[in-house]
């Protein structure tokens, strides 16, 4: 993400999710342009209100609250249990529509999401979803337009309900959620982002042979304050963290 989380965190919307006539970010470079057909027959139908989040308590609330320097032990789903402190922490807003048309602003759904960066693993939440990002590459705008867009589109175009799959080394993935969010906050070191970046996201999970894995591919708006990043890791639940602090 990063840094980033998600983390993917790494990555919607804008022209990600075209078929639902959100418009696209402000100031967007070339991987965006042209995937909006019929652009004038945006549909204004009433968007359904996001889940709001609610209050975390357990080893969710302690994550979220772990400090800078802060030991943080996890269950490796293939390395075993690991130890690391935390480096840098992102808070990311979740952003939506209210209404499915170009002219309608992104607003907060309310819900922010933290991620953690370890120095080699990103440890990053979102939707109650905990990923453990261990694995990393920069993208370009070409890379994502090329890779990574055809398939958030037809997600998209079904309401976010078909089944896509598509291939990006080293496995195959199916995409189960897209977006797009605001970093909020971005402390410590190590980042690849910084406070006030805009940017939309794809999240898939893993197909046969490679189940429980995730890629997270972040996508930043031209000049908004992160680095296009495509992060590789596992889905993990919040018994595999083991101790906090």
Do not use: C
């Not at 070409?142 to 037809?154: D, G, S, T, V």
């Amino acid at each position: 993400m990063f840094l980033i989380v998600i983390g993917v965190g790494m990555m919607i919307v804008g022209q990600w999710i075209v078929s639902l006539g959100r418009a696209p970010g402000p100031g967007r470079g070339p991987a965006m342009a042209g995937l909006r057909p019929g652009a004038g027959a945006a549909r204004a139908a009433p968007a359904m209100a996001p889940m709001r989040q609610t209050a975390m308590t357990g080893k969710q609330g302690e994550f979220t609250r772990a400090a800078l320097g802060a030991a943080i032990t996890y269950q490796h789903p293939q390395r075993g249990a690991r130890t690391g402190l935390v480096l840098g922490t992102i808070r990311y807003t979740e952003l939506w529509q209210k209404r499915k048309d170009p002219s309608e602003p992104w607003v907060p759904t309310g819900n922010v999401f933290t991620a953690h960066w370890l120095g080699d693993t990103l440890l990053y939440e979102w939707k109650g979803n905990l990923f453990l990002l261990d694995g990393y590459d920069p993208v370009t705008d070409a890379e994502i337009k090329e890779h990574i867009l055809p398939h958030a589109q037809r997600f998209g175009q079904s309401d976010e309900t078909s089944e896509v799959s598509f291939a990006y080394p080293p496995a195959s993935w199916r995409v189960f959620d897209i977006g797009k969010f605001r970093v909020d906050e971005a402390m410590g070191e190590g980042l690849r982002l910084s406070a006030g970046a805009v940017g939309r996201f794809l999240h898939a999970r893993g197909n046969t042979g490679n189940e429980g894995q995730v890629l997270a591919v972040e996508d930043y708006l031209e000049g908004g304050g992160g680095q296009d990043t495509a992060w590789l890791g596992w889905r993990i639940t919040w018994d595999d963290l083991i101790k906090i602090g």
